[in-house]
């Protein structure tokens, strides 16, 4: 059986949706000295930021939320960002932050000191006070970059939001757990260092965003796959309490019944003890393991050495992973655990998936019908034959993997949504659950039906017409409407509904009622019942 590195996996994504961009950070000076014209100056907490506007839309690129996480600041939480006395003057992204190189997922150049955010804001000034929308890209938490082609956010501020988008530490720097970094930690802890920039990001969106027309009061955090996942974590963390108003989860999980979850379920690293395994790893990778201070000695090393220990001899299925951890600080407790138990934010939630979410993860594997089952049931242990009869492999090839999309979008990532929008009953808030179905039916694009990620290019309006010609089509144009205007009726108010929109009803699990996203838009009823059964007795739910 031929597994495919998960990073040639999402490149075929980024090849299909984005063409990174590579920039600066922003540049200082003094108004007389920059001869900037149509520049619009906003006082910041830190200093001034200068922005520029385009066809009604004031666009401000790079500015820093946090001092550079360099030289004694790796490893440790976000501090705040060094004020300045000059203007400055932002018209280029940030610069991604470490990860991985990969022949065709290119965000350009690369640097630690990559803690920056973007904002794009219609408002003409800033008492306006209009929602604001804040976007965590995805990536698998060791990929990606907030200044991705897709993610631009001038169509949806057009429709009258802030919106703001921003790099977080991944991989190693972002998640990298060890026992040295734990002991120097006044909470005893290491890892999650991602999940702290995120929070600081939006701390500085509660100080700062009124600035540019924002209502701090209003805020909406919404993000896909690995940012998806990373709500989620906040939705129960005590340190984001009070940060956002709502959230939008597009494409996560609670690993609650995903195809590796039996099998490795006890090796998966989402505990400190479990995570300093491969830090130590990383420790000996790096010839720091022997040092008096390990800690300091990782931090001397430059990053492309720490990415190579990282990933050395890397794989998706067996290597690797780094995520966000239970920590009994950021993270308290298991968040499938803490949401079953009530212990999570009363916000509103729009939650959901698309139908071939295992798509893409699949291009490239070769399996046949008795490795298949035999995936299944290393996977799923006493509840294999189970998993077979609901999705029988068949004899082809296609047949196969046909079912082992399945397998993944409904086992893994359906489940988890679904979950979630269930826990919410026990809220005053509602949850609002979606299937997105619209399959462009193209001949790049095609190949992997409904996959994963395919949902940004709707929601944000972005459609990459060098590629293929989907913005050419009514269909996916009007549904590309339809979805931005439920997405920003949802920031401003909780509730994607509003005129002119088909009708869509909170999730309960008497109705298990969801929105279809697709050629039509529409309520359905029925969120994959013949398997919700056995995934409520394997997540033993």
């Known amino acids: 059986m031929r597994h495919n590195n998960i990073f040639v996996c999402i490149a075929v994504v980024i090849l299909c949706a984005a063409a990174a961009l590579s920039a600066s950070v922003c540049t200082n000076g003094k108004d007389e000295e920059a001869g900037v014209s149509g520049m619009n100056v906003m006082q910041l907490y830190s200093g001034r930021v200068g922005g520029q506007q385009e066809d009604g839309i004031w666009t401000y690129l790079g500015i820093p939320y946090a001092a550079p996480p360099v030289g004694e600041l790796r490893w440790r939480e976000p501090q705040p960002v060094e004020p300045w006395d000059d203007i400055l003057y932002c018209s280029d992204f940030g610069l991604a932050c470490p990860q991985p190189e990969t022949p065709i997922y290119d965000v350009g150049k690369t640097s630690e000191d990559c803690l920056y955010l973007n904002v794009w804001t219609p408002a003409a000034s800033p008492g306006e006070r209009l929602p604001v929308m804040v976007w965590i890209h995805g990536g698998s938490f060791t990929t990606g970059a907030a200044s991705l082609d897709t993610y631009d956010g001038g169509n949806l501020a057009e429709q009258g939001v802030v919106f703001v988008s921003f790099n977080y530490r991944i991989g190693p720097f972002g998640y990298m757990c060890h026992p040295s970094l734990s002991a120097e930690s006044e909470h005893g802890v290491s890892g999650n260092y991602g999940l702290l920039d995120q929070i600081a990001a939006l701390e500085w969106v509660q100080e700062n965003i009124a600035a540019f027309g924002g209502d701090p009061e209003r805020v909406t955090v919404c993000g896909q796959s690995a940012g998806a996942i990373s709500i989620i974590d906040m939705m129960v963390s005590p340190l984001a309490e009070g940060l956002f108003d709502r959230a939008i989860s597009e494409s996560g999980s609670f690993y609650l019944a995903y195809p590796t979850g039996w099998a490795t379920a006890q090796a998966r690293e989402d505990t400190l003890d479990k995570a300093y395994v491969t830090g130590e790893k990383i420790a000996v990778g790096l010839g720091c393991d022997k040092a008096g201070d390990v800690a300091t000695a990782m931090r001397e090393k430059p990053a492309d050495e720490v990415l190579t220990a990282a990933f050395d001899d890397y794989e998706a299925h067996t290597g690797v992973r780094f995520r966000p951890v239970v920590d009994g600080w950021a993270i308290p ?28 993860f699949l291009y490239g594997l070769k399996m046949t019908p008795q490795e298949y089952a035999g995936l299944m049931e290393a996977a799923y242990g006493p509840y294999a034959q189970e998993v077979l009869a609901l999705f029988p492999p068949g004899r082809s090839e296609a047949e196969v993997l046909n079912a082992l999309d399945d397998v993944i979008t409904v086992m893994g990532f359906a489940a988890g949504a679904r979950y979630a929008a269930a826990c919410m009953e026990g809220k005053a808030s509602d949850a609002y659950l979606y299937r997105f179905t619209r399959n462009p039916d193209l001949p790049l694009l095609g190949q992997f039906g409904v996959f994963h990620g395919l949902e940004i290019f709707y929601v944000f309006g972005n459609f990459m017409q060098e590629v293929e010609d989907v913005a050419g089509n009514p269909v996916d144009t009007g549904l590309s409407r339809t979805m931005m205007a439920y997405w920003v009726n949802f920031t401003a108010t909780g509730d994607p509904n509003g005129e002119g929109l088909e009708a869509w009803p909170a999730y309960t699990s008497a109705a298990d009622q969801y929105q279809e996203l697709g050629e039509q838009v529409a309520t359905r009823t029925g969120w994959y019942p013949q398997a919700r059964a056995l995934i409520n007795e394997i997540a033993g739910r």
Do not use: C, Q, Y
């Open 333 to 360: 407790d298991d968040p499938a655990t803490l949401f079953g138990t009530g212990k999570h934010m009363d916000v509103p939630l729009l939650i959901g998936t698309n139908s071939d979410e295992g798509s893409l």
